[in-house]
């Protein structure tokens, strides 16, 4: 290349860069220039754009977890059910709502299917002040002139509008027509809905013809869709109901008592929630969790967009540990022995309404069935009330003369082996106290086999620190004030008198005497004073037949996400494992446990009859206590008894235990329908042979 080109080339270079340099200029300039038309002239527009819209979160219900019982048979469901659901945006008026009723009217009737006369009906359902309200919006100018200008100054605009109100006469409101009260019943659900939340305005008996004019008509209807929802549905019907609980209704929606607390935790007002049983101890594992929608709203309420911003999942689904079908066959045993007792002795029994059991693992603490069942002597028919099991507490009688035997070997009082001649005992002061009959002389075994009293009597004596033996009738008894204390603490370790730390939202721990008498403590080592509920029953002889190990009794074994493609429980998401809450610490349990297989097994014994032959070996205890019936209908009182039996089998390795209760037959009735023993047989009959039909089945 030549000089010349050079100097040619090298003057072209600096002409491209200027030329480049213009253009990037004249680029920059046109931006701020956009820019500053945007911010100066049309940011004003812009910012009220914005002001003009906001953001509203909205939570969607989702359906409720299911209940399985321990095979995975379904026993609570959520059944699928038409529904017209109303979402009303921000701001809606009264006048809006009554206009979308009006028109709403004309493709559903809110009178159930079977109601045949709407006019008692909607006469039940509305109030004078719903009618009144409909009357106002249709006629407003006519009631507001009734209230005159001075007077209508002087008041606050509520209080203007129920004046307003209170002026509409009772021949205005009768003169509504059936079709008016139609629009007024949907308008009253309607007018319970929170803005952007879904409220039911009709989903019980949704016929597929209403679902139908409404959805085709749904662009008439703001805020107005036909969807599907779901009510809890019950295969079994009565069985297990009153212990598993139930839940509001959307209508209910949370209790008004506990409104802060559901509120902070995510709920809205119209939520379905748990509000007794399993139900409600498991809300937080069946609730679920809701999808929430971000809605974009303008300043007067209407939606212009919107967006999920949490994904919502159906509620975890329970698997507990009771078999269905072995719970109904419990059930039917308790329903024709209580019904047995009651026509054997109609009189004498009169009082006679309840007979409670629990059957569970003793190893475990797994419920395999409690029921429950009370005679409604008005209407001849059984009501399912399992949780009576949990919070009605009575006297156990002799059943509890174990954890007696067990008290005084360990506190010293008495030695294993030790006998004591079976006689009455008088205590100044006190009435004459015995077994049922003179037994002789009794050891430890004999004393829980022969179910003796005075045994008892005499370890109650001692741990209160009378020693005297024979005692000397007449003589007066002074009673260590801590002996009662000490006995409870025992007492405690099997569970009686203490919660049992079930998975239910209440249970009863019974009624603490609070005498110190020497009569009391010995009525106490029979169980004739304290009381404990069915559930403690079963937790103490659980405690026995495993050798010592107070196990938490629970319902639900597992919580399982739920599965959408089919039916049955879905992936584990917690199981639940035994839990021991203490072990007693007291020696020559085993001793407990031959005296209660000879209650069970050995001639003689007080269960013998009914268990002797059994190949599945069980032991147990029977008990009597006497109690006091209080007659509501004229106040008066009357002697009743109560029938108790705790038992296990087998009694080597035992998988299956049981506490039975029957409060209040006719006391000191000759051949009283054994009642206790009958159910406490044909129960561990029914275990044993659903087992062995299980085994030959797989």
């Not at 209170?166 to 019943?185: R, Y």
């Not at 495993?546 to 919580?559: D, H, L, M, Q």
Request: aromatic share 10%; hydrophobic share 30%; proline share 4%.
């Amino acid at each position: 290349m030549t000089e010349k080109s050079r100097k040619k080339k090298k003057s072209q270079l600096p002409f491209r860069i200027n030329v480049l340099f213009f253009v990037v200029f004249l680029l920059f300039s046109i931006l701020i220039l956009q820019l500053g038309v945007v911010q100066i002239l049309n940011g004003s527009n812009f910012q009220k754009e914005i002001e003009r819209t906001r953001l509203d979160t909205s939570s969607i219900p989702v359906p409720r977890g299911k209940i399985y019982d321990s095979n995975n048979i379904v026993i609570v469901d959520n059944e699928p059910v038409y529904s017209i659901t109303y979402t009303p945006e921000k701001g809606v008026q009264a006048k809006e709502r009554l206009d979308i009723a009006k028109k709403l009217s004309r493709f559903i009737s809110m009178v159930p299917v079977e109601e045949s006369n709407p006019e008692t009906y909607y006469d039940s359902e509305l109030s004078e002040r719903n009618l009144k309200e409909y009357w106002y919006l249709e006629n407003k100018d006519e009631a507001d002139s009734r209230l005159p200008d001075d007077e209508r100054e002087k008041l606050s605009n509520v209080e203007a509008y129920n004046k307003t109100l209170d002026l509409i006469t009772t021949e205005e409101i009768n003169s509504l027509t059936l079709q008016e009260k139609e629009i007024i019943a949907i308008k009253k659900e309607l007018d319970k809905a929170y803005s952007l939340t879904p409220q039911i305005v009709k989903n019980k008996g949704v016929t597929a013809e209403e679902y139908a004019k409404v959805s085709e008509h749904l662009n008439e209807l703001p805020g107005i869709n036909a969807t599907t929802d779901w009510n809890r549905g019950y295969p079994y019907r009565d069985t297990l109901r009153s212990l598993l609980g139930s839940i509001t209704t959307q209508e209910e929606g949370i209790p008004a008592e506990n409104e802060e607390y559901y509120l902070t935790r995510g709920y809205s007002r119209n939520d379905r929630v748990g509000t007794s049983g399993l139900e409600d101890y498991y809300e937080e594992v069946l609730r679920g969790r809701k999808e929430q929608k971000q809605y974009t709203t303008t300043k007067d309420g209407v939606v212009i967009g919107s967006d999920t911003v949490v994904e919502g999942y159906h509620g975890k689904d329970l698997v507990l540990t009771i078999d269905i079908k072995f719970q109904e066959a419990v059930d039917n045993i308790v329903q024709e022995e209580l019904l047995t007792a009651i026509n054997k002795h109609p009189y004498a029994n009169r009082f006679l309404t309840d007979a409670l059991v629990v059957v569970v693992n003793p190893k475990t603490g797994e419920i395999l069935a409690v029921s429950g069942q009370r005679y409604l002597r008005d209407k001849n028919e059984f009501s399912n009330e399992a949780f009576r099991t949990l919070y009605d507490a009575h006297r156990p009688g002799s059943a509890i003369k174990g954890a007696t035997v067990l008290a005084g070997y360990d506190s010293g009082v008495i030695k294993p082996g030790q006998s004591f001649y079976d006689r009455p005992i008088k205590i100044a002061g006190t009435p004459e106290k015995s077994s049922y009959s003179n037994l002789g002389l009794v050891n430890d075994y004999d004393a829980l086999k022969l179910s003796s009293n005075v045994y008892m009597f005499y370890i109650a004596l001692r741990m209160g620190g009378e020693y005297r033996y024979p005692f000397p009738n007449g003589s007066t008894v002074s009673i260590n004030h801590l002996a009662f204390q000490t006995f409870r603490k025992y007492f405690s370790q099997f569970g009686l008198g203490i919660e049992t730390g079930i998975d239910y939202p209440y249970e009863a721990t019974g009624f603490v005497g609070t005498e110190p008498k020497a009569g009391n403590l010995m009525d106490f080592a029979i169980g004739q004073y304290d009381t404990y509920t069915t559930m403690q029953l079963v937790q103490y002889i659980s405690t026995i037949a495993n050798g010592g190990y107070r196990v938490k009794p629970y319902f639900v074994k597992e919580i399982r996400n739920h599965n959408v493609t089919e039916d049955k429980p879905g992936s584990i998401s917690r199981t639940v494992n035994t839990s021991v809450l203490n072990k007693i610490d007291m020696n020559h349990i085993e001793r407990v446990q031959e005296g209660f297989r000879r209650v069970f097994q050995e001639s003689r014994g007080t269960a013998s009859k009914y268990f002797a032959d059994k190949k599945y070996k069980p032991a147990g205890k029977t008990g009597t206590a006497q109690s006091d019936y209080f007659n509501p209908n004229d106040g008066s009182l009357h002697k009743t008894e109560n029938r108790t039996l705790v038992g296990y089998a087998p009694f080597n390795d035992p998988e299956v235990a049981f506490a039975i209760v029957v409060p209040n037959m006719g006391a000191n009735i000759k051949k009283q329908h054994p009642i206790n023993n009958l159910i406490g047989e044909r129960i561990l009959d029914t275990y044993f042979e659903m087992k062995k039909r299980d085994v030959d089945e797989n």
